[in-house]
């Protein structure tokens, strides 16, 4: 049973005069206080019981009993860094390549996700001798500063210039909202082909191409899954001007996707990244990560002449449990459990789809979904007030579910891996509830009185075959419920559980907003909800 040193109140207090302003918590209209967790749950002070929809650091279920008891093991026996020779850093650097395509054989341990991707910049840098770097739309690839850089996710909110000279963005590869979508008859190489032209516009400035660099499928930037091909022909271009390409795994790695180990490895099996990350549920919740690439670039690294010294990376303790997790992945079926689970999941999300005019998309693989929540079908206006509504009635039912996207409409699951078909029954029976009252009060019909079927087959198969949408649209919200829906207004941090930001304050680079604004709740709301 957790415990608590103060109550509520004080702990608030408390946190407000001793930490930082700019690190915010979740539903800051009502906090939550968190002091113990197990499996798919956790519980607050009064011993109430949250369905956890969203934290995928604690992969194989909070507080698993074999990875507390592989780290209190450790412990008890020795923690020191790999200055020195031990078992458990060699042995968990072969198991975790053996989770790999073969090129892909020596590792670096570091403590994060951020931190792995700052030393995968590094390497790319010394391997190619170029210094710029191609990024997506949207993409998030950490915190520290020279990840701000190349994440607009992140570098459109600052007031200064935004985007550096050294730094390409292309089109994030999104067939729903994206340039290029489900009725492209090649969005792959379409998409590919806007990097391409990136490259060649740099070319003829005398830039040069240090490496591409994406999240195999984007979790901040809205559940995007890049469609099959697309990283293959991202990678001869950048290859072809001697760049590398960096797959970022640390939301999506280790089995989420059910069918694979590696999100990458949706792209198939002709698809080898020279350098991928690895982060968040490397450790259940224990902080480490790591950056596994190539002999050649590993090599090339070295004989910079500098030592790679990390103190904390690939310590006794952090490898036990590094170990403890892959055991758990293999012993518990886990990467099944996400197919069947993750199908299921789907499944019951679509028969939504076919009830909601305002869900307008379903994708996922395994256990990582979006809902792409709109004021219209047709438009695909982004019904951002409604998402935030949603994950605040939900947090009332005990359920914690997040919003995200460029636009934070996006519903999203990515639960740890032991969620089960109840839990996904649980949550979208709610969803229905919170839809269903949201529709009768602003007046919000299916037309002629029935569902109309949606054919998803896009974004849940990743095969080219176009969607059905009943072309209806949600109406203004009433001015009495309008004042409801005020009172959701929420913090960054809410849309993103990770503790990253959601805005996407494009004035201050200069920009104009984009032209899927959510118009239909009124200039009032919106603004609150920013």
Not at 25 to 53: S, T, W
Not at 144 to 171: G, M
Not at 326 to 342: F, K, P, Y
Not at 474 to 484: G, K
């Amino acid at each position: 049973m957790g415990s608590e040193l103060f109550g509520k109140e004080r702990t608030l207090e408390l946190r407000q005069r001793h930490i930082g302003p700019s690190c915010k918590v979740f539903f800051a209209k009502d906090p939550l206080k968190i002091i113990r967790a197990q499996g798919q749950y956790m519980y607050d002070e009064n011993n109430k019981k949250y369905l956890d929809c969203i934290n995928n650091v604690a992969h194989v279920g909070h507080c698993h009993p074999t990875v507390v008891q592989a780290a209190i093991k450790q412990m008890e026996l020795l923690n020191t860094n790999a200055r020195f020779l031990h078992d458990n850093l060699v042995q968990y650097a072969k198991q975790l390549s053996e989770t790999l395509p073969t090129q892909l054989s020596v590792c670096y341990f570091v403590n994060s996700g951020s931190e792995a991707n700052d030393l995968a910049l590094r390497l790319a840098r010394q391997y190619t001798g170029h210094h710029d770097i191609i990024t997506l739309e949207h993409a998030y690839h950490g915190h520290v500063t020279s990840l701000i850089d190349i994440s607009p996710y992140k570098f459109h909110e600052l007031h200064a210039e935004c985007q550096k000279e050294f730094v390409h963005v292309a089109p994030s590869p999104d067939v729903y909202r994206g340039k290029y979508r489900e009725d492209h008859p090649d969005a792959a190489s379409a998409y590919a082909g806007e990097v391409n032209a990136l490259i060649q516009a740099a070319r003829k400035k005398g830039r040069k191409m240090a490496a591409f660099i994406a999240e195999s499928m984007q979790s901040c930037g809205g559940q995007i899954i890049p469609p099959p091909g697309y990283f293959q022909k991202v990678a001869q271009y950048v290859h072809s001007v001697g760049g590398i390409f960096i797959a970022d795994e640390v939301q999506v790695g280790f089995g989420r996707v059910g069918k694979y180990f590696w999100a990458f490895q949706l792209q198939g099996k002709d698809f080898v990244p020279d350098i991928v990350t690895m982060g968040k549920p490397i450790g259940n919740g224990h902080p480490m990560s790591c950056v596994v690439t190539t002999k050649e670039i590993a090599e090339a690294f070295g004989a910079s002449g500098f030592e790679y010294f990390n103190t904390f990376g690939g310590n006794p303790v952090s490898c036990a449990i590094g170990l403890a997790v892959l055991s758990v992945i293999e012993e518990e079926d886990l990467q099944g459990n996400a197919t069947r689970v993750g199908n299921y999941l789907m499944d019951l999300l679509r028969e939504q789809q076919a009830k909601h005019q305002l869900i307008g998309d379903v994708r996922g693989v395994g256990l990582f979904i979006g809902v792409d929540l709109v004021k219209d079908r047709r438009k695909r206006t982004p019904a951002k007030a409604e998402a935030q509504h949603i994950i605040y009635r939900l947090k009332e039912h005990n359920i914690l579910l997040s919003a995200d996207g460029p636009h934070r409409n996006v519903l999203k699951f990515k639960p740890p891996m032991c969620f089960t078909k109840e839990d996904a029954k649980s949550a979208v029976e709610k969803i229905d509830e919170i839809l269903t009252d949201l529709e009768q009060k602003t007046s919000t019909r299916v037309q002629n009185g029935k569902s109309y079927p949606v054919d998803n087959t896009v974004s849940v198969t990743l095969r080219g075959s176009k969607r059905k949408m009943a072309p209806a649209s949600v109406p203004e919200v009433s001015s009495r419920y309008r004042s409801e829906l005020e009172g959701t207004k929420t913090s960054p941090s809410e849309e993103c559980p990770d503790g990253d930001s959601g805005h996407f304050k494009r004035s201050a680079c200069r920009q104009e907003p984009s032209s899927c604004q959510d118009k239909g709740l009124g200039s009032n709301l919106l603004a609150s909800l920013s």
